[in-house]
């Protein structure tokens, strides 16, 4: 039964949307071959109203009227450009820097009994650490967690893979997050 098959299709099409402080660019651009270009087939503009997606939650759904906007002009010139509306399913954002943060979160242990294996209950233990301090970034609301980058594990100052059964006396494991206004 090959339609049970899981296959992964690229996307042809994507909206680009730039979020600035005065006004909303869309753009779509798609591929029609695996071997074409990718070409830009519609674009679209929209005052941002005076909203501002740096000032939180509600500028930031106030704005979605103006993305709407920009989106749907975008999408009805690609019917003037290749014969059909292309409406893609992947959306690429350009946010402002403001908009942005990131933070490395540091869990660190000495170690009593540093000739004993490492324990993977001593393991998950460093780890929800650094999960509780990325959810402080965030528990106000105003900051969303957008992503956490694969933590790096360091025995004695020393970058690891693994650090189950290993012996050492201080071990740390950090971790990148990116999050989103």
């Given at each position: 039964?090959?339609?049970?098959?899981?296959?992964?299709?690229?996307?042809?099409?994507?909206?680009?949307?730039?979020?600035?402080?005065?006004?909303i660019?869309?753009?779509?651009?798609?591929?029609?071959?695996?071997?074409?270009?990718?070409?830009?087939?519609?674009?679209?503009?929209?005052?941002?109203?005076?909203?501002?997606?740096?000032?939180?939650?509600l500028?930031?759904?106030?704005?979605?009227?103006?993305?709407?906007?920009?989106?749907?002009?975008?999408?009805?010139?690609?019917?003037?450009i290749?014969?059909?509306?292309?409406?893609?399913?992947?959306?690429?954002?350009?946010?402002?820097?403001?908009?942005?943060m990131?933070?490395?979160?540091?869990?660190?242990?000495?170690?009593?009994?540093?000739?004993?294996?490492?324990?993977?209950?001593?393991?998950?233990?460093?780890?929800?650490?650094?999960?509780?301090?990325?959810?402080?970034?965030?528990?106000?609301?105003?900051?969303?967690?957008?992503?956490?980058?694969?933590?790096?594990?360091?025995?004695?100052d020393?970058?690891?893979?693994?650090?189950?059964?290993?012996?050492?006396?201080?071990?740390?494991?950090?971790?990148?997050?990116?999050?989103?206004?």
């Amino acid at each position: 039964m090959d339609f049970l098959k899981a296959t992964s299709q690229k996307p042809k099409a994507y909206s680009l949307v730039d979020v600035g402080q005065d006004t909303i660019k869309a753009v779509i651009a798609w591929q029609q071959t695996d071997m074409a270009e990718l070409e830009f087939i519609g674009y679209g503009l929209a005052e941002a109203g005076g909203h501002d997606i740096t000032g939180g939650r509600l500028e930031a759904e106030a704005i979605m009227a103006s993305v709407n906007i920009a989106l749907s002009q975008a999408e009805d010139y690609s019917q003037q450009i290749v014969g059909q509306k292309i409406v893609p399913d992947e959306v690429i954002f350009s946010l402002p820097g403001r908009a942005t943060m990131g933070e490395l979160f540091i869990a660190k242990q000495v170690r009593p009994r540093p000739t004993e294996p490492i324990s993977a209950k001593e393991l998950a233990n460093l780890h929800q650490r650094v999960e509780r301090m990325a959810q402080q970034l965030v528990k106000d609301g105003t900051w969303q967690l957008l992503t956490m980058l694969e933590p790096t594990i360091r025995l004695d100052d020393q970058i690891i893979l693994r650090a189950l059964a290993r012996t050492g006396r201080e071990i740390s494991i950090s971790r990148y997050g990116l999050a989103v206004q």
